[in-house]
């Protein structure tokens, strides 16, 4: 849906204006023109300034701000300026501010740092939200809401704890039903009472054990973290309610983080009117990992387009190394997210701060003050060049015939299990096999488990540790069809709550995949194994390593295709094969190496016709939107040196040049070319 | 003692039919019947369920049970209950919930998370404890009795605080006793009144580095160590006291755990009728570990036969890697406790558990609920094979020639100490002078240095840096009468106090060894030196590597056997030997290779005529269990391979096959053979 | 100014008499004659003896102590005794215990472990502190102070709270400052009323990441660090006005810690009569480390005399190892210690205690009580020389013409910095440039950037990251009338409340360095950069490599002598030289390795004709001392074999032997000579 008012890609910022003297304004107003900068996010960090008492509001200095832009033809990016409370307020209302993991109640400080049940902050944050969206609902430079800001903050205080208890009880109706759902005879720990359920911390259920949270009692956790995930975003959520309804027409957003573990961004998504994140890869992170990132936000709402909140234009501060972006990777990224399904370009920041931790954050304007820098120059011939483009890509999706299934309960709870082994990590498997399709220039959708798969030829779920209801039979439809299903070990181990589906792994799964696991083995650091392949097997390598836990698992319908090299579960099944239906499902039992994955991948695309029109080359990333009847190809060259891509016979245009196109295109390091079809 | 109800090995583990669905007791009581099991521990977390509140008890569903076992000859080994309190109380009466090293007061969860010193607890679980003995007292299902489980809850809470001045006053009667004991004129630290002690804690004295707790005052933290494994002690004994009035027939135990360092088992085996301790060697373990652990659990009683309480049928779960134990080891490794000198094999758990933090814990009967599993038939195997035994060993004991000196307070002391290396770690220097003897098939006991050593022939006493009131002169009477004792670097430094013995290192023990210590020299860890034997020495290799302390001593009527090989005390003693009365002191100063501690060893034991009436074999485990006239020989094949172990031309009796032996006798890999004489 | 009483070297330490039956002390006074032990420190840790109530103070067995040292011509260092209240002070009133960074009130316990800011701390020490001087100010053994000890004790309680409020007050006057000084607008930290400013610690504004502080708001956390210092200044100060008022003619000292970070001590400098410091290096320390810590010891006031507090005899007791310092290695240290400034050579301790944490660190007199050990002989031999050179080299100083700039609050600033790379480490950079002239023995001045820096010929600053007010006119005007200077990478960033220098890096070092630096690329740990050294540069290698930062910059008047050898700024000048006045300017625009700052150093010397009249010799180092128109020359080889030093022809008096030197002197391993011209 093209915004009628700024119909073209979104290009600018975060700006803090009240951050500077006010005559910068005008300084800065110069740069975002020659810049060619129409948006700017503001102001996100401002509360203090626009309410310095409970009852004094001041909007002056922001209406002058709101004014000029207009005059100048700059749209808002509005927030609602709630992610820091003003001191005064943690002052006067301790009750904000949270306590950590650790039980420690914190003092004011940092951002995002109020407990998110607080009833003070809910009424103090939805009135300043009131109040700005009714003074600038009808100003001109107002284009979207921007709520909060980089949201997740977990609060362990005993409020949290009152509101858990209620949220169980609503969730639960009775006692008894809670018990059975957490297991609670396991320890002793049956409660009699909701006020005996206890928050999950380090001072309870939990601790910290290399950088993981670990618990005693994972549905506790698991709950927990759902009923946070779900508190933090009804913060978000009550602004929302109050701006829909008083300006129902424009899009409300906040920034999401990505692949960030403690919110269920999917729940979230089904408030937002569109998703926009923040994209902080470090100098040294492969190009696939990013465009997985692209892709779970893209994801979110089911492949609309998506916004690029923030990036940096240069470096950033917060990581231990924080290397320049080279000169054109800050554009070639830029052109990453569009290429993923972003309809914005914009950064974090416009202006460099003076103070605090921020302040050697790179930004469009540096703090030498000036427009004669190379990173000035790179952002403004990006915006040349995104302003020429017009409204041309807007609104085109991304059309995939791949999916993979992403659950964030799923993630929780995978990591929250103790045991089989502490190797675990369901993002690290997740981007494994993403990378098998990403390596082939295949268009991968991030999808939720319990979503209609039939539009997919495959649908790959990694880790399915969890199945919560539904999604089995979701999954056996899908493949029944004629869909492949592909799954990896320790799948289908439990329900919602975490209680293991009884009656032999993998539980809900076990028909569809035609097998029965009798043990999981867990391998020290310094084992492995290996995937042999079976004689009637498909054609891979005849054998490759694997690890970390391995299957002992009896057939029950399906094939193997290969088999475990050694050990005492030598030669019992390792990757197998169920034809159900018209479908296929596909079991892998151990932790492969990664070469594996891509000859498999490669297989299964191979026996489902998936590919790419292009051909493969090392360090060149290919997507293609599509709308209506037009296809825009983004060939990325993320290497250091030129390549040259073969369109074969086909012929385009070239988006930023408008040249036309055909047979062999050269693309330079760091380049890129959009081609029209 | 031969239990009369059931004269043979237990076997059987701990078992939670209040975690599952009536009707899964019947079930399970034919898997028990089918694997041999005729002991079921329980119910060790259910004091929730026993007691609803306060005022509420419920022991019908477990009356029910006990019958039902009853019914089906199965026995009881009835547990307390005691070591989860329920969520009612905690909420009741928040002074049960502890206080951590770190200052933090706990909310309810996890286990044994309570003040040992709480009143209500004590108030409680007496009372719990005093209504299960009374109903249960006449069950023909019970057969001994399971206090807690897993004690180990250090607390520092202000009441026990109160508690350790009030246990301070009756130990030291003044407060200048308390000021000399604990040398606190050293910064100050001078106290007026008891009522100044300030418990010793991460928020006081104390801190952790590197994973150790180190303190700026040994003295308090030793007799906080002290004082927290006696107020633990405390909560088993008051139930013990109630458990023996009432029956004062059936043996009474709490499930150790080891080389567990918090509390000082030898002070709890003295009211303890049987020890029972629960095994949980990882899968890279190397065996000599476990069975030094199976021989001081034996140690603590002197000998006695003790319980394996727990140990898993197949993996864990809260390790890092929770590796299977591959086919047979489960079945060796019962097989290496009885060696060692248990009298039973239980597990933990029969039936895994369907939620919660251990259902990734190994049992008998796993998730899939059936019998038609690897680890169920050879439970089942064992099982058969346990019960043909009878009685046959049953209070059978092992005769060692040779003691190791065990020392909880030690323990505490030498890795509390501040200085000379932060290299010192008791346990290691224990295991390694233990391996050389396991490595030679010689039995080791484990003893308390204030224990009558004169039925050994040789003693070592490694890392001996704290000596009690009586051990130097019980020591000195065993060397007179012709004893060989062994001792190392940093032995006979402090008394119990952690208070110098003034005049020169080894303190007490100089006499003896007739050397003097001047200097102790800490080597960095990439620095090492060496041990070079004297001509007149005894038959060893010309020189060793060691490292970590170097002492430099004046010879004092001992002999060297060894000096150093570099450094400023080149040609310095190292290794020396005092001829003392009949027999021989040798002091080893500092920490060599595991090559030379081997050497040593082997020709002390020479000297002293000590060996194995077999050839030794790599990883072949051989020990000894005699009862009046019988000798019981278990041959252990630990390797993945089968050896042959030539038995001479004595003749036995296989116990497991009742087949005569004589010869050669071939071993299969994980196998083994009983062999009587 | 020779102290009048004791007109030589003093030599002697902590001793602790109050520790030990009365009977000790005259065996100890027999001993102490026997090392030419002419004055101890005490009593440091006896406030709860001297007063064992709030109304009741006891001073007679420090009366008998003092009065019997006096009698056997021992002088006292007499200590306020004010590091450690007793514990009745601290359970009476609990607002002397301090809250740790993470929150966490305290318990009484440790050492040095009191708010700085409680009013009943400061009134009960000058209380103490008054009666003390009152009662010894004409006592005969009496010949300087020593306040409190190794202060150093940041607190984050309430009151302190209270105290910067205050504290800010003063140094801001309005909020409008502070909310710009600290850029408060930043994240919506705006405050409108100093109350809502709150302390910066691990439960509001900071954390601890990697073993560093890191923080949100460097503003606020610069000022607490400023604030705490001074708190914790004025306990030391307090005291320091009392006796100052009843004993006007005595030194007064407290011993500092080297290049301890708390504290600023060049501030403390400022009210104390004489620097003493605590010098512990590791066994594996290079000696350049110890010898800068001796040169910024003596640095802190302006190059006058200092005291070596303490040292170990032998070995300490809290490093991770505790090696003994070999034979020979005690002597050298000590003279280095005078050989860089020092007239006096002191120990921790006398006599090794017999109990708590410290009881493993070397003491003059040993455990074993006697003076027949190796420690003693080797400080009696000591004693006897120190006593021998009577007053000859007291008050001579060094004469150098390099200074390098330290600067306590540019190392808090540096070290906070969130951005760009996680390496910066101030100390570590003083360290490099340090060490180039300490291989060269070039004498080396410490100095604040605030001095007047005429009297050098070099000055090198190396990451002077903060310029603070008139600090950048004071170094154009050394450059412009001819000086030299030098500073690094990531300078001239900041002014002293953290805010950037707007307007081009590196702000108001700009002019004077003729340079502009556009951006700041981070490198990873792997990656790195080189040197290439221009044409028509200064002589040195061809290339060198380089890492951690590198600027990428643009010469304003400078010349560039190298050139970043690779990366998008490759040929972009890395070291540049800017003629400016009479003096020169040099910018080394990245880390280089120690090969560069070696052969640029050198090269640097020879321009200024800096050089040491002794040839370089591997391990030996040299330094000048002098007094009116005599020169002493320290000679220490720290080599574990002999050297042989060319004198060439002229002539010395060594003093220890009274021998005149000329031509080849040859000194012993771990040997020294010093020569009188």
Known sequence: MINEKLPQIFYGGDYNPDQWPEEVLDEDIIYFKKAGINVVTLPVFSWAKLQPSEEVYDFQWLDKIMDKLAENNIYVCL????????????????????????????????????????????????????????????????????????????????????????WLKKKYKTIENLNKAWNMSFWGHTVYDFDEVVVPSGISEMWRDSGRERTNFQGISLDYNRFMSESVFNCYHEEYKIIKEITPDLYITTNLMGTFKPLDYFKWAEKMDVISWDNYPQLIDPMYVTALRHDLMRGLKNGKPFMLMEQTPSQQNWQPYNGLKRPGMMRLQSYQAVAHGADTVMFFQLRRSIGACEKYHGAVIEHVGHDNTRVFRECAKLGE?????????????????????????????????????????????????????????????????????????????????????????????????????????????????????????????????????????????????????????????????????????????????????????????????????????????????????????????????IFSSFEKLEGVEITERVKEDKTFVFILNHNESQVEVNLSDKEYVELLTGEKKIGKVTIKAKDLVILEK
Chains 1, 2, 3 share one sequence.
């Open 385 to 609: 060049e995104l302003n020429a483009l017009k409204d041309k890509i807007l609104d085109s999706t991304i059309d995939a015939k791949v999916a993979i299934v992403f659950d964030w309960e799923n993630w929780w709870a995978v990591e929250l299990s103790s045991g089989p082994s502490i190797e675990l990590n369901y993002l690290k498997q997740i981007e494994k096999y993403y990378k098998a399709f990403y390596d082939m220039n295949i268009a991968v959708d991030f999808v939720n488990p319990e979503w209609d798969l039939s539009k997919y030829d495959v649908v790959v779920a990694p880790l399915l540790y969890m199945v919560k209801d539904g999604v089995a039979s979701n999954i056996e439809s899908f493949v029944k069809s004629g869909g492949t299903f592909i799954t990896t070990f320790f799948s289908g181990i439990v329900n919602e709550n975490d209680l293991v589906t009884l009656g032999g792994y993998p539980g809900e799964l076990r028909k569809t995949l035609g097998i029965w696991v009798e043990e999981i083995d867990a391998l020290f650091p310094n084992m492995n194994n290996s995937f042999k392949l079976t004689e009637n097997s498909i054609k891979l390598k005849d054998e490759y390593s694997c690890g970390m836990l391995c299957d002992i698992l009896h057939l029950e319908g399906a094939k193997a295709l290969a088999v475990f090299g050694s050990d005492f579960y030598k030669n019992s099944p390792a990757l197998t094969l169920n034809q159900f239906g018209k479908g296929k499902a596909y079991y892998i039992a151990s932790d492969p190496e990664e070469e594996f994955i891509r000859d498999f991948i490669s297989h299964v695309c191979e026996e489902k016709n």
């Open 79 to 166: 927030a609602t300026s709630t992610a820091a409370q003003p001191a005064w307020m943690s002052k006067k209302y301790p009750e904000i501010l949270p306590v950590d993991f650790d039980g420690r109640k914190r003092k004011h400080g940092g951002r995002v740092n109020f407990c998110p049940n607080s009833k003070v902050y809910r009424k103090m944050s939805t009135s300043l939200t009131r109040k700005l969206a009714e003074r600038y609902k009808g100003h001109p430079s107002l284009l979207l809401w921007h709520i909060g800001n980089e949201y997740g903050n977990y609060c362990y205080c005993e409020h949290c704890e009152e509101e858990f208890r209620i």
